[in-house]
């Protein structure tokens, strides 16, 4: 499960993006109202966790936003205003929970559980398939044909975006962004190196490669060759 934390309290939102981890889910952070709306109208999460107050948009403002863009992704509104007037007024601005602060982890998670097996099959795809290649989000587990593939927690999260995006062009900064949370170049070769031992993983003892590298571009994961126009470096 992905999951966007809109939460201007930094180590609050820390301490959820570490809990979610643990727990098998992917938890990218904004820490204000804008940047959250931003985050979560460009791209695709299973569930919204928004922190009522925030700064330069306050969290039921970002919900009504998304909510008239026609965006139906479940949002829970995490807040210390805890009467019922407030919990109504959160739940008719859009939100499809509320939990008030302080909580336990254990509730948000459940909360969360609930809401994105509330979501229709076609909008909470759990399972990816490229040719005989599966990974099951929920089970947190990945297999080619009958082998299991043991996947250390970076290469799960960077082989389940790179099957998110199956078929298109992924760019060293999507990579970046969205699996290392880095928003600038660190000038290191981690993205290589964990490529390289993920193409290791999926490929080894098996005769069609799945991962490919297009040169002046970034990756490519599809069954077969990619497309005609897209020069490929085998083997990189």
Same mark, same amino acid.
Request: aromatic content about 6%; proline content about 3%.
């Given at each position: 499960? %992905?999951i966007?934390?809109?939460?201007d309290?930094?180590e !609050?939102a820390?301490y959820?993006? $570490?809990?979610?981890?643990?727990?098998? &889910?992917? *938890?990218d952070?904004?820490?204000?109202?804008? *940047?959250g709306?931003?985050?979560?109208e460009?791209? &695709?999460?299973?569930?919204?966790?928004?922190?009522? /107050?925030l700064? $330069?948009?306050?969290g039921?403002?970002?919900?009504?936003?998304l909510?008239?863009?026609?965006?139906t992704?479940?949002?829970?509104i995490?807040s210390?205003?805890?009467?019922?007037?407030?919990?109504?007024t959160?739940?008719? !601005?859009?939100g499809d929970?509320?939990?008030t +602060?302080?909580?336990?982890?254990?509730?948000?998670l459940?909360?969360v559980?609930?809401l994105q %097996?509330?979501v229709?099959? +076609?909008? *909470?795809?759990?399972?990816?398939r490229?040719?005989?290649?599966?990974? #099951?989000?929920?089970? @947190?587990?990945?297999?080619?044909?009958?082998? #299991?593939i043991?996947?250390?927690?970076r290469?799960? %999260?960077?082989?389940?975006?790179l /099957? %998110? @995006?199956?078929?298109q062009?992924?760019t060293?900064?999507?990579?970046?962004?969205?699996?290392?949370?880095? @928003?600038f170049?660190?000038?290191?070769n981690?993205?290589d190196?964990?490529?390289?031992?993920?193409?290791? +993983?999926?490929? $080894?003892?098996?005769d069609?490669?799945?991962l @490919?590298?297009?040169r002046g571009?970034?990756? /490519?994961l $599809?069954?077969?060759?990619?497309?005609? +126009?897209?020069?490929?470096?085998?083997?990189q």
């Amino acid at each position: 499960m %992905r999951i966007l934390i809109i939460e201007d309290d930094r180590e !609050a939102a820390r301490y959820l993006e $570490k809990a979610f981890a643990e727990a098998g &889910h992917i *938890a990218d952070i904004a820490g204000d109202g804008e *940047a959250g709306y931003t985050l979560a109208e460009n791209n &695709h999460y299973d569930v919204l966790i928004i922190d009522r /107050m925030l700064p $330069k948009r306050d969290g039921l403002s970002v919900i009504a936003g998304l909510r008239a863009q026609g965006q139906t992704t479940p949002a829970l509104i995490l807040s210390a205003l805890g009467q019922v007037d407030d919990r109504v007024t959160g739940l008719r !601005a859009g939100g499809d929970d509320y939990l008030t +602060k302080p909580y336990a982890f254990s509730e948000l998670l459940a909360r969360v559980e609930v809401l994105q %097996r509330r979501v229709s099959p +076609k909008e *909470a795809d759990t399972v990816y398939r490229v040719g005989d290649l599966e990974l #099951d989000r929920l089970s @947190h587990t990945a297999r080619r044909a009958d082998t #299991d593939i043991n996947l250390q927690p970076r290469e799960f %999260r960077l082989l389940e975006y790179l /099957m %998110r @995006h199956a078929g298109q062009v992924v760019t060293r900064t999507m990579l970046l962004e969205n699996v290392w949370d880095y @928003h600038f170049d660190p000038q290191t070769n981690v993205i290589d190196v964990h490529i390289s031992r993920l193409r290791s +993983k999926i490929e $080894k003892d098996f005769d069609e490669p799945l991962l @490919h590298t297009v040169r002046g571009a970034g990756y /490519m994961l $599809k069954a077969g060759s990619p497309a005609a +126009k897209a020069k490929t470096a085998d083997g990189q």
